[in-house]
């Protein structure tokens, strides 16, 4: 088969690449900049590497036209409010119905806490609150891909990424003071576990669907390495590091302002009220092996701040 990986140089669609090579398919790569160091590797393993964007249409069409089979996409969320991640997955999947593409693979994400406890903490918030609209317009991504009409689709679930605390392109985005004064700032309820991956894992999914398509077909597959709650985060990343990690104990007033005022943290906030689902993990129903949390780190520690 001829397999086209979309955001071939993020960690889905990389995890992607990784678990399909020295297989009998040709890996095809797409990328805004074929000359970046992520889009040189890949061709130096192998991956013929397409430019485009998913917001232009000729250059997907572009790609398609070498007789593709399989796609696999995520899509970055528009952080902005905007509707650029819709335009695009319509791109996306305009695009390979016009090329007759025979099965879709889409990254998408785990939602959070219990069914009961998603549905009634997303029924209270306010229609324009920025999570609220984050979660509806992956709900209507979600349905895109199960309304495609593609022959056969599928839709991975992964959890928390356990890259958010440690690549440098993260931290400076979610918890910089991680980096800095090793200090854990969650608004996520310290007494709740959270699912934790390797996102990149989820490209071991995007594979077994690649190989089986119909009987991939139609599924949603969640998956978690670990549940963890936010002091065992801190453990391990502290064994990790070897750094004195510590979880932050935030100061009413200053929780308050930082819920306030930054959406993260209130994301975060609000998330960890949906409550926890203890069934989450079944990766073994798909022949996938999980990496744990605390191997995850000790191998990838390089050029991050657990070895600065
Ligand atoms: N972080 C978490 O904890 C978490 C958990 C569950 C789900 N998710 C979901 O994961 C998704 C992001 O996946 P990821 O983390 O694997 O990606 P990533 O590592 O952030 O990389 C983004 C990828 O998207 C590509 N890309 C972005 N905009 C593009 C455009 N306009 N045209 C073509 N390519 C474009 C980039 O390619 P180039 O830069 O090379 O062009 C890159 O390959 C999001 O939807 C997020 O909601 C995240």
Redesign the pocket.
């Known amino acids: 088969m001829k397999v086209l990986i979309?955001?071939?140089?993020?960690?889905?669609?990389g995890g992607t690449v990784k678990a399909l090579k020295g297989s009998p398919h040709e890996l095809y790569g797409?990328?805004?900049?074929a000359a970046?160091a992520?889009?040189e590797a890949l061709k130096s393993s192998g991956v013929t590497i397409f430019e485009g964007?998913?917001?232009d249409r000729e250059s997907l069409d572009r790609a398609l036209a070498v007789g593709i089979d399989s796609v696999f996409f995520?899509?970055?969320?528009d952080l902005a409010g905007g509707d650029s991640d819709l335009k695009?997955t319509k791109n996306i999947i305009a695009a390979v119905k016009a090329a007759g593409v025979k099965q879709l693979i889409y990254?998408s994400?785990i939602y959070p806490g219990t069914e009961e406890g998603f549905r009634s903490v997303h029924d209270s918030l306010e229609p324009t609150s920025w999570i609220k609209l984050y979660f509806n317009r992956k709900l209507e991504l979600d349905q895109l891909v199960r309304d495609s009409g593609v022959q056969y689709w599928t839709i991975i679930r992964?959890?928390?990424?356990i890259q958010?605390h440690v690549l440098p392109e993260s931290i400076a985005f979610i918890y910089p003071d991680l980096a800095s004064k090793y200090q854990f700032k969650s608004t996520w309820d310290h007494n709740l576990p959270q699912w934790y991956a390797d996102?990149s894992e989820a490209g071991k999914f995007a594979a077994a669907a690649v190989n089986d398509p119909e009987r991939l077909h139609t599924k949603e597959i969640k998956f978690a390495s670990e549940a963890l709650t936010a002091q065992q985060i801190v453990d391990k990343l502290a064994k990790a590091s070897g750094k004195p990690v510590t979880l932050y104990q935030w100061p009413e007033e200053e929780l308050k302002e930082a819920l306030a005022t930054n959406p993260f943290h209130n994301t975060t906030h609000v998330i960890s009220k949906m409550g926890f689902d203890s069934e989450i993990g079944n990766a073994e129903k798909y022949g996938v092996e999980l990496t744990p949390i605390s191997e995850w780190l000790e191998t990838n520690k390089k050029g991050t701040w657990l070895e600065a």
């Not at 955001?7 to 669609?13: Q, R």
Request: proline share 10%.
């Open positions: 979309l955001a071939a140089t993020g960690k889905m669609g797409f990328t805004r900049d970046s992520k889009a964007d998913f917001a995520t899509i970055f969320p695009q990254g994400l992964p959890p928390t990424f958010n996102g």
